[in-house]
Nanobody, 126 residues
Framework: QVQLVESGGGSVQSGGSLRLSCAASGYTYSSYYMGWFRQFPGKEREGVAAIRRDGTTNYSDSVKGRFTISQDNAKKTLYLQMNSLKPEDTAVYYC????????????????????WGQGTQVTVSS
């Protein structure tokens, strides 16, 4: 059973930084990709960043240049470094995985992912 466990959320002031981590377990596939999503109250989940097994990344325009997604394949851990945080980044952040990988693309689309973490709250105050 694939499990994704996020950590690292919390509260920070505008302009500050946080790093989210997502520990993955329960799979042996070498073909997969992973992503970070966020959800605002009353809204659909939106893709923030995604990373493929070979390290290729995708970012939403709203976070490009401020957030960095990375992975440690040996530790099966996904990271999201968030810098220059803004109050509008306040949301619940989710880690997600597509295992095995799909060749259909759409890496920032929630529908492409078949495993999800429980979410972690990020709050940015002005």
């Amino acid at each position: 059973q694939v499990q994704l466990v996020e950590s690292g959320g919390g509260s920070v002031q505008s302009g500050g930084s946080l790093r989210l981590s997502c520990a993955a377990s329960g799979y042996t596939y070498s073909s997969y990709y992973m992503g970070w999503f966020r959800q605002f109250p009353g809204k659909e989940r939106e893709g923030v960043a995604a990373i493929r097994r070979d390290g290729t990344t995708n970012y939403s325009d709203s976070v490009k240049g401020r957030f960095t997604i990375s992975q440690d394949n040996a530790k099966k851990t996904l990271y999201l470094q968030m810098n220059s945080l803004k109050p509008e980044d306040t949301a619940v952040y989710y880690c997600a995985a597509r295992i095995p990988a799909s060749s259909s693309g759409g890496y920032l689309g929630a529908i492409m992912y078949n495993y999800w973490g429980q979410g972690t709250q990020v709050t940015v105050s002005s």
